[in-house]
T-cell receptor, first 113, second 113 residues
Framework: GDSVTQMEGPVTLSEEAFLTINCTYT??????LFWYVQYPGEGLQLLLK?????DKGSNKGFEATYRKETTSFHLEKGSVQVSDSAVYFC????????????FGKGTRLSVIA | GAGVSQSPSNKVTEKGKDVELRCDPI?????LYWYRQSLGQGLEFLIY????????KSGLPSDRFSAERTGGSVSTLTIQRTQQEDSAVYLC???????????FGPGTRLTVT
């Protein structure tokens, strides 16, 4: 079945450091790919998405590019802030419609001033 | 407008008791999903509703788990004879269409003692 693997956390960075959180997937066809974020005490929110190969999703300074050849969707940000501290989840959705999201296990990011 | 709401926010119950968790989706959203977030397990899909019917129950972990949705709106997840391994955060999400963006509620934290 479909699956998502993302790097284990926790990740601790200093403010203004470069962030990469790796995500790879296994799926048939061309799934849609997502990054969700869960800030402390809040619900899960969609951060960005990409629906086809070579698409780049971006939001709030975060970017991820859908790489079909490496089955990857790595999350990057050039300069993190303390407010980016959260748990980040990579997810996919099968292209066969009306299907649930398949999530990775999440990566906790802590940014220190 | 109002987002997805869930109640209760926290529930502590004794092993063997039954519990009911409630989800109020965003008004007009036809699709509703239940997920479970366990420590170390990430987010796992439980059940999906399109309107009042559940075309995909594949994620329910045992026959102690059931869910219903009435009036195409509110959904209730029932866990009978709770076990300690049922302790988790139960998340509900809704989307306008079956393949639309999913909006998540804040979750219900269930603790079985």
């Amino acid at each position: 079945g479909d699956s998502v693997t993302q790097m284990e956390g926790p990740v601790t960075l200093s403010e203004e450091a470069f962030l990469t959180i790796n995500c790879t997937y296994t799926a048939t066809g061309y799934p849609s790919l997502f990054w969700y974020v869960q800030y402390p005490g809040e619900g899960l929110q969609l951060l960005l998405k990409a629906t086809k190969a070579d698409d780049k999703g971006s939001n709030k300074g975060f970017e991820a590019t859908y790489r079909k050849e490496t089955t990857s969707f790595h999350l990057e940000k050039g300069s993190v802030q303390v407010s980016d501290s959260a748990v980040y989840f990579c997810a996919l959705r099968s292209p066969s419609g009306n299907t649930p999201l398949v999530f990775g296990k999440g990566t906790r990011l802590s940014v220190i001033a | 407008g109002a987002g997805v709401s869930q109640s209760p926010s926290n529930k502590v119950t004794e092993k063997g008791k039954d519990v009911e968790l409630r989800c109020d989706p965003i008004s007009g959203h036809t699709a509703l999903y239940w997920y479970r977030q366990s420590l170390g397990q990430g987010l796992e899909f439980l059940i999906y509703f399109q309107g009042n019917s559940a075309p995909d129950k594949s994620g329910l972990p045992s026959d102690r788990f059931s869910a219903e949705r009435t009036g195409g709106s509110v959904s209730t997840l029932t866990i009978q004879r709770t076990q300690q391994e049922d302790s988790a955060v139960y998340l509900c999400a809704s989307s306008l269409l079956g393949d639309g963006e999913q909006y998540f509620g804040p979750g219900t934290r269930l603790t079985v003692t």
